[in-house]
């Protein structure tokens, strides 16, 4: 199967083939001056004529000199384009200093604005570009540029403290250690760590210095840990309800069910809808992708889950037809339905005039046991009933143990076995359950210590028994502390019931008749996030680790559940 899905990507972009270096005019390293004197290095490519184009801009971290070929874009030169490839400021062969996202909306602006001025340009500018390459596009576009027309922000990160650097609270060490130690100069640094013993580096504390016991002091790194609730150091990429009024240019945003940066891609999304008229002109598609193949296109399988060859579009022609819409007003409008999601497991495709669906019912799922849903081997169930007089489920997390997290869509019976892990399961299922949407686990719960934190993971378990996890990050988190919002942190008061609500991200799945479904509950996610040390003391400087004593709650008062978006279908 895999080798059929290569194939079929490679049919793909085969049929969007790149012309002869002959018909292009290259410039390379072009020195591109920012507001306050720093030059970008910046790659153009024209068409051979000398004629005046529309272009499309990328402004890449990862250095632009290869990424004219992975991204196919002489597909683009062919179809009238000047195409525009920038490093970012510190990166590649740009000056100044990289500073994560923060001040990429100024850099994009008057970059933006210099090609707009060149001879070669009709003055006609769309943006495109994936992960980090999609969220300096909503940047670019909060500052308003006047030549911008406008972006294809694809799978970018923006809910900051749900994403990154945090995710529910809990800082992703490990992935934000590895990323910015990648940008730590102007070419790529990942094997620079190649030989360095990384198991020695997790476990080290305090985590503050964890990036020089692995051998670099990062600056960025420390920043992050330093600012640990979303306060005004975060304010210049943090977009609010008044930064979504102001962008009012056509865009089409693509992210996938497995999309480590889904989250991000549906705040801009749902921004935009909260606060833009019901007209706006914005597109979203959501594929069973991950995080790359949201950009390159997609194949027929992720982990164990496969998919019908329908679900892979073609998307750089998609890219084509909404430029063509926008920057060459070829067509009077892009013919796209508004939203449309593909459904893992039914594997069909919706077309929607919005998304969420209006016909998306939430609905509980309940936890069930007599008090022993420790493991496979426990006791613990999921229906539809509400619980009424319930024992408690208690388990031992010592986060010098934590549970890992496995890949995406893959079998988690690995992991079920540990008694720290709870494990609540359907009956098999008579009819289809399609949902469509955000799903949360509203977890009542209690511990013994003043922090700590709670994990769910929810799974499509096979007739054959294996336990396939869905969604974008195969575990949501949530860290106590910041349970009522991350703005302020505030302790447990040990041992008393509360609330905790986890969000799963959004997932397009049909659980289908004969299958079950299974929601795993723990208090930690490694890698993924640190594990809580369970003290309470400031996140960054803590070297103490504290065993705690979790208890969770499905009775009548607590009805702990899972709320799924149960697509309704019109008869």
């Known amino acids: 199967m895999k080798h059929f899905a290569r194939a079929l990507c490679i049919v793909l972009l085969a049929a969007t083939a790149a012309p002869t270096v002959a ?14 004197g720093v030059e970008l290095s910046t790659d153009i490519w024209l068409p051979d004529s000398q004629r005046q184009y529309p272009t499309i801009l990328i402004r890449t971290p990862y250095q ?7 991204y196919q874009l002489s597909y683009f030169i062919e179809n009238g384009y000047a195409v525009v490839l920038q490093d970012v400021r510190g990166r590649g062969h740009s000056d100044g200093e990289f500073h994560f996202y923060f001040g990429e909306g100024e850099d994009g602006y008057d970059t933006i604005e210099w090609v707009a001025q060149q001879q070669w340009s009709n003055g006609g500018v769309g943006t495109s570009g994936g992960s980090y390459l999609g969220t300096v596009q909503w940047l670019a576009a909060l500052e308003r540029p006047p030549h911008l027309r406008c972006m294809i922000p694809t799978a970018p990160s923006g809910r900051l403290f749900d994403e990154l650097p945090y995710v529910g609270g809990a800082f992703r060490v490990y992935r934000m250690l590895e990323w910015l130690n990648q940008q730590s100069a102007r070419a790529d640094q990942s094997e620079s760590v190649a030989e360095v013993d990384l198991e020695a580096v997790w476990a080290h504390r305090p985590l503050i210095t964890m990036d020089e016991f692995m051998g670099r002091r990062i600056t960025l790194f420390k920043e992050f ?24 240019i056509p865009f089409l945003t ?13 705040w801009y999304w749902d921004g935009m809808n909260a606060n833009q008229s019901e007209d706006h002109d914005g597109y979203l598609i959501i594929g069973p992708w ?5 950009y390159m296109g997609g ?27 926008c920057l060459k007003k070829s067509t009077p409008h892009f013919a796209a339905p508004r939203a449309r999601a593909y459904v893992t497991g039914a594997d069909h ?27 496979l081997d426990g006791d613990g169930a999921l229906s539809w009933t509400a619980p009424a007089a319930e024992h408690p489920d208690r388990f031992t997390f010592d986060p010098q143990n934590p549970v890992h997290i496995l890949g995406l869509a893959e079998d988690q019976r690995p992991v079920q076995w540990r008694e720290d892990v709870l494990v609540y399961t359907t009956a098999e299922l008579e009819h289809t359950v399609e949902i469509l949407g955000r799903v949360f686990v509203k977890l009542y719960a209690s511990s013994d210590a003043t922090d700590t934190d709670f994990t769910a993971k929810i799974q499509d378990v ?7 996890s869905l969604g974008s990050r195969t575990a949501g988190v949530r860290r106590a502390r910041y349970r009522n919002g991350y703005e302020k942190t505030e302790l447990l008061t040990p041992n008393k019931p509360e609330l905790f609500d986890i969000e799963l991200f959004d997932i397009g799945h049909a659980f289908l008749p004969g299958h079950r479904i299974r929601i795993e509950i723990s208090s930690s996610a490694f890698p993924l996030v640190n594990p809580n040390q369970n003290t309470g003391n400031p996140v960054a400087t803590d070297t103490e680790w504290q065993v705690a004593e979790q208890t969770i709650y499905h009775d009548s008062a607590r009805a702990s559940h899972v709320l799924l978006p149960i697509l309704v279908h019109e008869d």
């Open 349 to 375: 495709w919706h077309e929607l005039e919005t998304y969420p669906p209006p016909l998306m019912q939430p609905t509980p799922l309940y936890l069930h046991s007599n008090g022993g849903a420790n493991s």
């Open 225 to 248: 840990l330093e600012h640990p609730t979303l306060d005004a150091y975060w304010d210049p990429i943090h977009f609010d309800a008044e930064d979504f009024k102001k962008i009012d």
């Open 254 to 266: 693509v992210t996938g069910w497995f999309d480590g940066q889904q989250g991000g891609t549906l």
């Open 290 to 294: 991950s995080h790359a193949q949201t």
């Open 23 to 36: 018909q292009m005019r290259t410039y390379f390293d072009v020195r591109v001056p920012m507001r306050d």
């Open 64 to 70: 632009k000199a290869p990424q004219f070929r992975r």
């Open 462 to 468: 096979q007739p054959d028994g294996r336990a396939i």
């Open 299 to 325: 194949g027929l399988e992720i982990g164990q889950m496969a998919f019908a060859p329908q679900s892979v579009l073609n998307i750089q022609e998609i890219r084509r037809q909404f430029f063509d819409y």
